[in-house]
């Protein structure tokens, strides 16, 4: 069975990729094909996909101003 949970989320978070709801505050910075984040004081690297990447840095950057 296939089927999506819709769910209200504050706007500083975004779903990256299947499974992959990122924090916004938390993005350290946006490379090719991730977004490299801060977590539990660990710096870590996600993969954003590919029909999401434009759409993400856009909201990213309008989201930090």
Same mark, same amino acid.
């Given at each position: 069975y296939h089927? $999506? *949970?819709? *769910?209200q989320v504050p706007e500083y978070f975004y779903c990256i990729n299947k499974g992959l709801l990122v924090n916004m505050n938390y *993005?350290? $910075?946006?490379?090719?094909?991730?977004v490299v984040m801060l977590? $539990?004081?660990q710096m870590i690297t996600l993969p954003v996909a590919r029909e999401k990447r434009k759409d993400f840095k856009n909201r990213f950057f309008e989201y930090i101003g």
């Open positions: 089927f $999506r *949970v819709s *769910v *993005v350290k $910075r946006i490379e090719q094909s991730e977590y $539990r004081k």
